[in-house]
């Protein structure tokens, strides 16, 4: 288990962390976001030891990464952007240097097979490295991080610079080891983070803005759960009929984008689910549905608002949202006093 407790992080005036807090649960997938100098690199070097820590606290499995760095760092596997290969060594010899390296008290030799075997490099384990293919230096990268069978990796951009190919395979890999391991992991590419990653943390400006599963934060900055809806039939009775619907608090249309058919947006009243309501009155008068999609934020949408500039983190929407209900309500009271003073 991960846990970060109000981290900060300066260098001299800049402020790359600002009070960051979050934990990560045995056996978590967690895909860490943020645009370039977000401080997501900082965070997980501080993770991982090899920076320090201004402010707050951070722990691996129960080991406080400034108190106990040593304990903290067996439990931790990493691979940073730029694996750390020694290229003029073949891959074995590289793994029984970084076994050698880390003081593992495992058998050697099963140990490294099993490795190998997993991420399946043993048929290139007496090559050298820098005849490698990219795609092979990132799977020996991932080796070394598993050295010592760590309970926690964060690989930073596992995936940069490979072909599609090569990015399906390390995704793979990355799902088998989430069944045994902790994973945090960084990447740009956010349909990577969506196939593997069971939660998402999101990092803007030194600040977590944001943290929960993608539909959690999708529902969270998706304000009305609207459909939208392409219908074939006469556009003024299919918004009639849309509008009778249990649950439907207003009907827009959007316009013809397809000969025959018009597009509408549905507002549902607040959280109902009124899809099946709604197909079932459509086919009752045999006014075919052409596409329904509800309007809930994508990933990529999530990370565009997130990560914009001076964009308010979730829990600072809410607190918005909050207040402009007191200012609704106020007014209100306003209203009805000035009204009542008239009467």
Not at 22 to 40: C, Q, T
Request: with cysteine.
């Amino acid at each position: 288990m991960i846990e970060v407790t109000a981290l900060s992080k300066r260098y001299g005036s800049h402020l790359a962390v600002n009070n960051v807090s979050f934990s990560i649960k045995d056996g978590e997938v967690v895909g860490f976001l943020g645009p370039n100098g977000a401080g997501k690199s900082t965070i997980m070097n501080i993770l991982t030891g090899y920076i320090s820590l201004t402010a707050g606290s951070a722990s691996v499995d129960g080991y406080d990464i400034v108190e106990s760095p040593q304990d903290a760092k067996r439990h931790i596997g990493y691979l940073p952007e730029i694996p750390p290969l020694y290229t003029d060594m073949t891959v074995r010899e590289y793994l029984d240097f970084m076994f050698d390296l880390k003081k593992v008290k495992l058998p050697r030799k099963p140990h490294l097979d099993e490795i190998c075997k997993l991420v399946m490099i043993s048929d290139v384990q007496n090559r050298l490295i820098k005849n490698l293919s990219k795609g092979y230096r990132q799977r020996v990268g991932i080796a070394q991080a598993l050295i010592g069978n760590p309970d926690t990796l964060i690989l930073d951009e596992p995936t940069v610079g490979l072909d599609p190919k090569q990015i399906i395979e390390i995704r793979d890999l990355i799902s088998r080891l989430g069944k045994n391991h902790t994973v945090i992991l960084s990447s740009h590419i956010l349909s990577e983070i969506q196939a593997v990653c069971d939660r998402i943390i999101i990092i803007n400006g030194g600040r977590l803005v944001a943290d929960g599963t993608p539909d959690e934060l999708s529902k969270a900055l998706s304000a009305d759960g609207a459909l939208e809806i392409r219908v074939a039939g006469p556009k003024r009775d299919v918004m009639k009929t849309l509008s009778a619907v249990p649950g439907v608090e207003s009907v827009d249309d959007l316009g013809s984008f397809e000969k025959g058919s018009y597009d509408y947006r549905v507002v549902p009243e607040e959280k109902a689910d009124v899809r099946k309501v709604v197909f079932a009155r459509l086919a009752e008068r045999n006014w075919p549905i052409l596409s329904l999609r509800d309007s809930t934020l994508t990933l990529e949408q999530i990370f565009l608002r997130l990560t914009s500039e001076d964009a308010p983190s979730l829990e600072e929407e809410e607190e918005n949202k909050i207040e402009e209900v007191s200012v609704e309500t106020e007014e209100e009271s306003s209203l009805t006093m000035v009204k009542e003073e008239n009467e």
